[in-house]
């Protein structure tokens, strides 16, 4: 299952091999390119500092929402107020169409542009919060990623958001330090 919040949110990412430097891809056009194109946005890439600015609070207040969820802990009001602020910015009305088949409601959506991107980003995590099993929202265990994930296992036991990359990556590390810690107490 995708989302469009957990990829707005995990823009802002580290590198998973270990360095754990950080990399806002909230500036980058390559990654703006690709993120519009899988979610068919129509928009101009954001660079405006003031937009800029706006779409990292956006994501902090999701990923900060994010880690309350895992740590059992209930959301900073101010965090939910501003994901609230954002679905706010995008009014819409439902409306009864007719078909051959019968009747239909839709919705209407009247914002555009940034307001609608952000709208639809925050509206997806709210969707995500309110309708997903919560146990599923997890972030990632290797501390150099901590990329925030939906946990699809069967017994919702994943650690890593990806098992062939991060899972083996700690797989090794940890094997590394037993043989380590192995030829010390020789």
């Known amino acids: 299952m995708e989302w469009i919040c957990l990829d707005f949110i995990n ?8 360095s754990g430097q950080r990399e806002d891809r909230l500036t980058k056009p390559e990654w703006w390119q690709y993120f519009a ?7 101009p890439l954001p660079s405006d500092p003031k937009l800029l600015l706006a779409l990292r609070e956006l994501r902090q207040q999701m990923r900060n929402v994010v880690e309350a969820v895992a740590k059992g802990e209930p959301p900073d009001a101010g965090d939910l107020h501003g994901i609230n602020q954002a679905i706010a910015a995008v009014p819409s009305y439902r409306r009864v169409v007719h078909q051959p088949d019968g ?64 899972g083996n990556l700690m797989k090794v590390r940890r094997f590394r330090e037993r043989q380590k810690n192995k030829g010390e107490g020789d």
């Open 37 to 43: 194109n899988k979610w068919e946005l129509q928009v």
């Open 103 to 166: 009747f239909r409601v839709e919705e209407v959506v009247l914002g555009e542009g940034w307001d609608l991107v952000m709208g639809r980003i925050a509206a997806s995590f709210a969707e995500l919060l309110a309708d997903a099993d919560l146990r599923r929202l997890k972030i990632c265990e290797n501390r150099s990623c901590l990329w925030v994930y939906f946990d699809e296992s069967r017994n919702r036991s994943s650690r890593w958001c990806d098992d062939k990359t991060c």
């Open 11 to 18: 823009s802002d990412c580290r590198n998973w091999r270990g």
